[in-house]
C-alpha cells in the first residue's frame, strides 16, 4: 500500500468513527507523515482560537488542571471519611484521581511551554548574541514539536486500542478508560499551538529588538 492510499485509509478510518478501523489504520506507517501535518494544521487552529478569544488563552489550561486538581482532592477527602467513618469505600476512588492527575500533568505541560518554565538554560543563553539565542528558540520549538507529534501518534494509539476493547476504569461499571486517554493527544496539541505561539514572539522580538530572552517564572502569566 502507497503512501497516499494509507493516508487515505487513515482519513476513512476516522470518518467511519469504528474503533476497530481506527486501531487498525493507525498501525500504518503513514501516520509519522500525517502526524505532523495534523499537529501543525490542528495548533495553528488552536491559536487562531485563542487570538479570537483571549480568555481561552489566559485560562484553558489553567482551568482544567485547577478543575482536575480539585476533583482529585474531593475524592480523596470523601474516599478518607468514607473509610474511617463509615468503614466504607468506593471501588474507583483509588482509580479515577491517577487518570485525573495525568490530565493535569499533561495540560499543565502545555501551559508550562508557553511559560518557558520547563528546562531552558536561561543563564546560559543570556550570555549568547542575539542570533545564537535565537537558534536556541527556534531549536526549542522544533525539539517541542517532535516531542508533541510522537506523544500525539502514540497515545492516539493507546486511545483506539482502548476504545476497540472496551476498556473500563477498574472499579467502575461503563466509565470508558480512552475517555481520559483522549485527553493526552488534545493536550499535546495545545502545547503545540502554544510552540506556534511561542515562535512568533520570538522572532517579532528579533525583528524588534527586543530581548529573547526572559526570565521564567512558575505560575506566572500569558
Not at 127 to 148: E, H, K, S, T
Not at 169 to 196: C, E, H, K, Y
Request: one cysteine or more; proline letters at 4%; hydrophobic letters at 55%.
Amino acid at each position: 500500500m502507497g503512501l497516499w492510499q494509507q493516508i487515505g485509509a487513515i482519513v476513512a478510518a476516522f470518518a467511519s468513527q469504528d474503533s476497530f478501523e481506527i486501531r487498525s489504520a493507525l498501525r500504518l506507517d503513514a501516520v509519522w507523515v500525517l502526524g505532523p501535518i495534523v499537529a501543525l494544521l490542528g495548533g495553528a487552529a488552536v491559536l487562531w482560537l485563542y487570538r479570537r478569544v483571549p480568555f481561552l488563552d489566559r485560562h484553558l489550561e489553567r482551568s482544567i488542571m485547577v478543575y482536575s486538581y480539585l476533583a482529585i482532592a474531593l475524592i480523596i477527602f470523601w474516599g478518607v471519611i468514607d473509610r474511617f467513618v463509615f468503614a466504607n469505600q468506593q471501588p474507583w476512588s483509588t482509580t479515577i484521581p491517577p487518570l485525573l492527575f495525568m490530565i493535569m500533568a499533561w495540560f499543565g505541560a502545555a501551559f508550562n511551554v508557553r511559560l518557558r518554565t520547563h528546562l531552558s538554560f536561561a543563564e546560559f543563553r543570556t550570555n549568547m548574541p542575539p542570533r545564537g539565542q535565537m537558534a536556541c528558540l527556534i531549536l526549542d520549538a522544533v525539539l517541542w514539536f517532535g516531542f508533541a507529534v510522537i506523544v500525539m501518534v502514540t497515545t492516539a494509539r493507546l486511545t483506539a486500542l482502548s476504545a476497540s476493547n472496551f476498556q473500563i476504569v477498574l472499579g467502575t461499571d461503563n466509565t470508558m478508560q480512552w475517555w481520559f486517554l483522549i485527553t493526552a493527544p488534545l493536550s499535546f496539541l495545545l502545547m503545540v499551538a502554544r510552540v506556534l505561539e511561542n515562535l512568533m514572539d520570538d522572532l517579532r522580538n528579533y525583528r524588534t529588538g527586543q530581548p529573547l530572552i526572559k526570565q521564567a517564572v512558575i505560575g506566572g502569566d500569558v
